[in-house]
């Protein structure tokens, strides 16, 4: 896969090919730029934030929060979908954002991109904003082709891979 285009901080009309007005957009970068600034990170000091764009437009923020024991931490994106979940937001996310203090702009790792298939739509633009504001966005199928999701699972009542009822 060749390197995705950069595009700079006043250029919001990649957002407009997945039905984000320049408004939301702006929202979306501000709001995990803001969350940013809220994480705990007292020994990576790579502070990471997340937004999402929900389908009633709400926007729900996260932050990265780290613990002594490195991989009880958990990540800004992990964060944000728990606060959404809790507060019934489970479908219909229109967009993510995520933003930190290094350029070019870092991904989701590979654990937050698997939650979000959870819960997000493999369609849904991942915005992904470094310490400047410029930013790649990719769909969420690209950060995590051939995923594995709750639509490959049976649904509750349904015999399971080995026959048994769940």
Known sequence: MAQPKIYPSND??????????????????TASTQAKALAYCPYSRFRVGAALLTSTDEVIEGANVENASYP???????????KAVIEGHTEGFRAV??????????????????????????????????KDGNYVVLKLEQLLPLSFGPDQLPQPGELGAQGAGL
């Open 97 to 130: 954002g995520v933003s930190t203090d290094i350029s070019p702009p870092a991904s989701p790792c590979g654990m937050c991109r698997q939650f979000m298939r959870e819960f997000v739509p493999l369609k849904c633009p991942i915005f992904m904003f470094d």
């Open 12 to 29: 919001s009309s990649p957002a407009s090919d997945f039905g984000l007005s320049p408004t939301e957009f702006t929202t979306l970068r």
């Open 72 to 82: 009880v931490g958990t990540c800004a994106e992990r964060v944000a979908l728990g």
